[in-house]
C-alpha cells in the first residue's frame, strides 16, 4: 500500500495552521484508504482504534496515519483518546466510515484559523437515498430542538465533522465517553459563549454497517446519551466552572452562505 498522509509537523506552509484530524475507527478496514487519502496534504490523520479485529490499525499505519489505541468502547472514548493525542493547534474529527470527506474541513481550518469562529460543525446533506436513515434524521431533529432550548443555538445538524482550537477544546473538560461526546461539546462551548458555526457538507452512504443509527436500538441509544447530557447541562457530573472563550484576532464578516449561531444572551 501507498501511504497517502504525512504528519503535520514541519511541512506547512509558513504561517500556516497544524491539524490533526481525530478519527474514531472500529472495524473500518474497507474504509480507511477513501478517507485517508482525502486528509489534505500537511495534515495529520490520528486514527483511534477501538477495539477492531479486521486489521483497521494495520491498514491506517500502512498507509502513513498515526495509529491510537482505545481500549475503553465508545465513540466519545475514542474521539477524546485522540484529542489528547493531538498536538497541533487546531484538532477536527471525522468519522472513518467514507461517509464524509475529511477535506471538506479546510474551510472550517481557514474559520478558524481567521478567529471568525470558536468551533465549525459540518452540516450533513445526503448525496444518495439512504445515505442517512430516517430514524437518524429523526433523532438527530429532536436533539437540536432540545439543543436550542437549552443554550439558545439554533444548529441544523450535530454531526461528527468539526473543528476548533486543541488547547481550548481540552479546557472544556469533556466526560462523556458515549455517544453524548458531540453533544456535551456543543453544549459546553455554548456556556463558554463561543461562536458555533455550520457548514453544508455532502453525507455519503456509508461503508459497512453503522455501529450506532443502523438500528433504531443503536439510535435510540444516542438520544438517551444525548438527552442526558442536556439533563445534566452539559456537566456529566459536574466539571466546575464553563473555560473561558478562545483568546483571539478580531474576527471578520461571516463567510456568504454559512451561518454562526451564537447561545442566548450572548454576543455572535
Given at each position: 500500500m501507498r501511504a497517502v498522509t504525512i504528519p503535520s509537523a514541519g511541512i506547512n506552509p509558513p504561517g500556516a495552521p497544524s491539524v490533526d484530524v481525530v478519527l474514531p475507527c472500529l472495524d473500518e478496514a474497507g474504509a480507511l484508504p477513501w478517507v485517508l487519502e482525502r486528509v489534505p496534504p500537511g495534515w495529520r490523520a490520528l486514527v483511534v482504534d477501538n477495539g477492531s479485529t479486521d486489521g483497521s490499525a494495520d491498514?491506517?499505519?500502512?498507509l502513513g496515519a498515526t495509529v491510537v489505541h482505545e481500549d475503553r468502547r465508545g465513540f466519545g472514548a475514542a474521539c477524546h483518546a485522540g484529542l489528547t493525542a493531538a498536538t497541533a493547534d487546531i484538532v477536527c474529527f471525522c468519522d472513518c466510515d467514507?461517509?464524509?470527506?475529511?477535506?471538506d474541513l479546510?474551510?472550517?481550518?481557514?474559520?478558524?484559523?481567521?478567529?471568525e469562529s470558536d468551533l465549525v460543525l459540518g452540516r450533513r446533506r445526503p448525496r444518495a437515498r439512504g445515505a442517512w436513515p430516517l430514524r437518524a434524521r429523526a433523532g438527530n431533529l429532536a436533539v437540536t430542538r432540545l439543543l436550542?432550548?437549552?443554550?439558545?443555538?439554533?444548529?441544523?445538524d450535530l454531526g461528527p465533522l468539526r473543528a476548533a482550537r486543541r488547547e481550548p477544546l481540552l479546557a472544556l473538560g469533556l466526560t462523556?465517553?458515549?455517544?453524548?461526546?458531540?453533544?456535551?461539546?456543543?453544549?459546553?462551548?455554548?456556556d463558554a459563549g463561543w461562536r458555533v458555526?455550520?457548514?453544508?457538507v455532502p453525507y455519503h452512504p456509508r461503508t459497512g454497517a453503522s455501529k450506532v443509527t443502523g438500528t433504531w436500538r443503536g439510535t435510540w441509544q444516542a438520544v438517551r446519551d444525548m438527552s442526558r447530557v442536556l439533563?445534566?447541562?452539559g456537566s456529566d457530573g459536574g466539571a466546575g466552572e464553563a473555560p473561558a472563550r478562545p483568546a483571539r484576532e478580531p474576527a471578520s464578516a461571516d463567510a456568504p452562505g454559512h451561518g454562526t449561531a451564537a447561545p442566548k444572551g450572548r454576543r455572535p
Open positions: 491498514v491506517a499505519r500502512a467514507a461517509t464524509l470527506d475529511p477535506g479546510v474551510p472550517f481550518v481557514r474559520r478558524i484559523a481567521a478567529g436550542h432550548r437549552r443554550t439558545g443555538l439554533r444548529l441544523r462523556d465517553r458515549r455517544s453524548g461526546y458531540p453533544l456535551q461539546m456543543v453544549v459546553r462551548a455554548a458555526a455550520e457548514y453544508d439533563a445534566d447541562g
